[in-house]
């Protein structure tokens, strides 16, 4: 069974996100970027699942402008087989994407497609879902836990009220949450492998694909900074400023 994995070059999580100037946007240039940590898990789940004799064969997808590629070796050099990069320098959105998957998913008939689910710069939590209603497969959403049974797959979903046990039928479209798993670190001698593996490029054209934006930023601002904190000399004058003034009681 194949297992398609698609992954996200986002802004590193530990690099802190600064706006334009201009407010259409968040500042790109000579920031530190990286892969989406969903889709680390999202890697590391189809790995996993290669080495224990579920999955053949493990392809990393992710559309983006040309340094996409960068984020497509880590995947490589995580264990992924190959990768295809879909070369696009327009913004793309959930929609979109899920569009552009659809048709790679008819491209390479995998058994499974697995990602992220969400991206920490957008955080959308929509691609998923789209994808699964494109394709017409069964999804399991959030999920942290996973183990094949048959033809199905046996899940667990974190929902709000706890933690949903589900069996799911194959082809199916599954998003992670954190507690799936930990990501491996590439070793050196992964990291060499993989700038020799195959990465195929396509574009939206090719696929048939109409990519234009739906949806439109107008602007882009920083969140107010916080109030200095006071300090109250009683219980009463606490009460009063929670009343009172921030009217949470």
Not at 11 to 29: C, F, P
Not at 55 to 83: K, N
Not at 94 to 99: G, H, R, V, Y
Not at 201 to 222: S, Y
């Amino acid at each position: 069974m194949k297992v398609l994995v698609p992954i996200k070059r986002v802004i590193d999580a530990n690099v802190q996100v600064r706006v334009k100037s201009d407010q259409t946007g968040v500042e790109l240039t000579n920031v530190k970027m990286a892969m989406n940590p969903f889709c680390e898990i999202a890697v590391e789940q189809a790995v996993r699942m290669k080495e224990a004799g579920i999955a053949s064969e493990v392809i990393v997808v992710s559309a983006g402008p040309t340094q996409t590629q960068e984020t497509l070796r880590t995947g490589l050099a995580m264990g992924a087989d190959r990768g295809i990069h879909i070369q696009s320098d327009e913004e793309l959105q959930p929609l979109a994407i899920a569009k552009l998957l659809k048709a790679v998913v008819g491209n390479e008939e995998p058994g499974l497609v697995i990602l992220g689910k969400q991206a920490i710069d957008g955080d959308n939590n929509q691609t998923g879902q789209m994808l699964a209603a494109l394709l017409g497969w069964s999804q399991g959403t959030f999920i942290s836990a996973v183990e094949q049974d048959g033809d199905k797959l046996k899940i667990t979903r974190e929902v709000d009220g706890g933690l949903q046990n589900v069996s799911l039928p194959l082809p199916s479209v599954l998003t992670v949450d954190l507690r799936l798993n930990e990501p491996r670190y590439a070793s050196l001698p992964n990291i060499m492998k993989a700038k020799k593996k195959p990465i195929d490029a396509t574009n939206p054209a090719d696929l048939g694909v109409d990519v234009t934006p739906r949806v439109k930023t107008l602007k882009v601002t920083e969140p107010p900074a916080r109030d200095a904190g006071v300090i109250v000399g009683s219980v009463a004058e606490l009460v009063d400023k929670l009343k009172n003034e921030a009217k949470v009681i």
